[in-house]
């Protein structure tokens, strides 16, 4: 196989990544600004368990926990607490301790209902079933170096939301996270954290007429196929 055809695979994967945790674990999942129809729902589930090693019951927990505590003493990863560089690139050990913590999830998650993949626990396996996909599409050697630049490009990008739009970037409203509009472009949406903190339960993140969220018009066609129904929109600026 071409490595310019693995390189795009594995770019096409990554963006299904950051799409299905924006949509499906952060706005539908944990903010229910939308709901995705079940089978929707089932199979964004076994790509972050299989690509990401995502259990959606942790990551919603600590991810509200993040709100609830926002940037003050109790926040997973704030890097108002612990630092811009060590939650930039230690984003995934900080996330890794509260996602453990049993407590954390039970408080946070008392909705949560589990489904099937969840049931099954298999799938739920760390890492190994994303590589384990990557090395039966494009063998051992360039397998593994294009599951690592996957898992590595998209903790990064992850990373990058809880600390750096914690830190640069510009507000339109008066809490600490703040806007990038260039991670935005990468993330889903996911860099208009400023405006998500104002309207956590919004589906869509742009509020200026001049801000993208790449993942709302894939939202929006969702719903006019009846594949999601959302619930909440914060309203445009002028």
Partial sequence: MSIYLVALITLAILQISVLWTTIYLHR????????LHPALALLAHLHVAVFLGIAPREWVAVHRKHHHFSDQEGDPHSPRIYGLWQVLFGNVFYYGREAANKATVEKYTPDYKPDIIDKARILHSGLIWGSITFVAMFGWKVGLAAFAFHAVAYILLNSAINSVCHIVGYRNFNNLATNLQVLALFTGGEGLHNNHHEYPTSARFAVLRS????????????????LARINRVALAKA
């Fill in 28 to 35: 539908g999942l944990t903010h229910k600004g939308l709901e």
């Fill in 211 to 226: 801000e993208v969220d790449p993942a709302w018009p894939l939202i929006w066609m969702l719903e006019r196929f009846r």
